[in-house]
């Protein structure tokens, strides 16, 4: 590998750790919407109309499934949350591919 492959791989990496602070709102998990039926009697929701949705973000949290609640409010966000979070995943499964390049080169732990 040139010096200046080298230089393009280590700046290329630079870019991308700098793009992961530009990612504040990551949110890793899976979004859940769900409708439901309440204890109210003659209620319209027991007949079909049910009430919803409420939004819930599914994560993982001490090697366990949790459902945390998404107010309304929140949504547009959160989904953006989620979008950074994928962009994050793009960067990291890159920054892996250098650091190997980088490895092979004996230049990874520099
Ligand atoms: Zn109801």
Known sequence: ?????????????A???AELGTLPR??????VERYSVCSRPGC???SGDRHGPRHYLVVHESGRQRQKYVPNSQVDA????????RRVREIVDR???INLALMKEDAYED
């Open 95 to 97: 920054i892996t591919h």
């Open 78 to 85: 959160a989904q953006a949350g989620l979008a950074e979070y």
């Open 15 to 17: 870019r991308l750790l």
């Open 1 to 13: 590998m040139s010096n200046k492959t080298l230089k393009k791989l280590l700046d290329e990496r």
């Open 44 to 46: 319209r929701c027991h």
């Open 26 to 31: 990551m949110l890793h998990g899976s979004w």
